[in-house]
């Protein structure tokens, strides 16, 4: 896929991840892309939803997953803003994704941080698309938060 049209996607994750912020939520947002299409979206929504695991990934998963009818998405590719959490490297290993990017790194508490990758053996994992943007949206956020 080009570059562009990566850049595209990532770019309809950092909308979502906008529209968390403007719920009050932490400005996370995901896609799920199959044959060129968006199959699933999501963004953060723990507080909304009282849901500790409603994370962008997880919600863009579980669209996506009832989107194409099967549990596994090993042709489909995840665009989030934030590297995943564990809990969200997790589920992207069991739905086997074919590739995840991802735009900012956690530095807190995002699944690079404890050594092993805990993607799919066959998931490619790209990461620092649009880093700059998805960051300053996350610093942007807190920053407000503070005030």
């Given at each position: 896929m080009s570059e562009k049209r990566e850049e595209y996607f990532m770019h309809e994750a950092l909308r979502l991840a906008q529209q968390a912020a403007?719920?009050?939520?932490?400005p996370v947002?995901?896609?799920?892309?199959?044959?060129?299409?968006?199959?699933?979206?999501g963004y953060n929504q723990?507080?909304?939803?009282n849901d500790p695991t409603a994370h962008a990934e997880m919600i863009a998963i579980t669209a996506a997953t009832h989107a194409i009818g099967s549990r596994y998405l090993s042709e489909c590719t995840l665009y989030a803003t934030l590297e995943p959490c564990v809990m969200c490297a997790g589920a992207?290993?069991?739905?086997?994704?074919?590739?995840?990017?991802?735009?900012?790194?956690?530095?807190?508490?995002?699944?690079?941080?404890?050594?092993?990758?805990?993607?799919?053996?066959?998931?490619?994992?790209?990461?620092?698309?649009?880093a700059e943007e998805a960051s300053m949206l996350l610093?942007?956020?807190?920053?407000?938060?503070r005030k």
């Open positions: 403007q719920q009050g939520e932490i947002g995901a896609v799920i892309v199959y044959e060129d299409k968006i199959i699933g979206r723990t507080v909304t939803l992207c290993y069991w739905a086997m994704l074919k590739k995840v990017v991802y735009g900012a790194g956690d530095e807190k508490n995002g699944c690079t941080k404890v050594g092993v990758s805990l993607f799919h053996p066959k998931t490619q994992v790209v990461n620092g698309l649009l610093k942007d956020f807190f920053k407000k938060l």
